[in-house]
């Protein structure tokens, strides 16, 4: 009787398919106080890229004998793209940043973030810096994601929950 509501495989308990497509259920403990951990994430992060930007300028430096000097200013994000994506990409799933304020990072189908998708994801967010009011767009959104974190694919969740 396909005439009076039957929808093929569609059971009376599950939500409608259109529902299904929203993206994966997301309990509430997962996503708390996550906006504020991820700002004190940023900033750990932004200290360990610089120093790490800043060993390797000052190495570079002085095994180039001075002669790199105009090569190397463009060295931050050089930096910041491996850095996130060896990190993101890891065991840990998290930049230290996050590790220590309990964050990782995950694809929207809940797998590991493989490194190319996480390193897009650190020149988004950098490009993002360049437009600050893109980020409010976090407020807008249920599963708190920044649009370059819908742009990427990815979600940023509670280690713990």
């Not at 930007?53 to 994000?77: K, Q, T, Y």
């Not at 994506?85 to 990072?105: H, K, N, Q, Y």
């Not at 996480?118 to 708190?144: E, G």
Request: charged share 15%; glycine share 8%; hydrophobic share 50%.
């Amino acid at each position: 009787m396909a005439g009076d509501g039957d929808f093929g495989s569609y059971s009376k308990g599950a939500p409608p398919p259109y529902q299904r497509a929203q993206g994966p259920y997301i309990p509430a403990a997962a996503l708390e106080s996550v906006r504020t951990r991820r700002i004190m994430a940023v900033g750990l992060d932004l200290i360990l890229v610089s120093g790490l930007s800043v060993a390797l300028f000052f190495g570079l430096f002085i095994l180039s004998f001075g002669m790199s000097a105009l090569l190397l200013p463009p060295i931050f994000p050089i930096v910041a793209f491996f850095y996130n994506g060896l990190t993101v990409s890891g065991w840990r799933m998290a930049t230290p940043g996050m590790a220590f304020m309990d964050l990782e990072m995950r694809t929207m189908q809940g797998e590991p973030v493989p490194f190319l998708q996480a390193a897009v994801h650190a020149v988004l967010f950098y490009v993002t810096w360049m437009f600050p009011p893109l980020f409010l767009v976090s407020f807008i959104t249920s599963d708190k994601r920044c649009l370059h974190d819908i742009l990427a694919d990815v979600i940023l969740l509670r280690r713990s929950a």
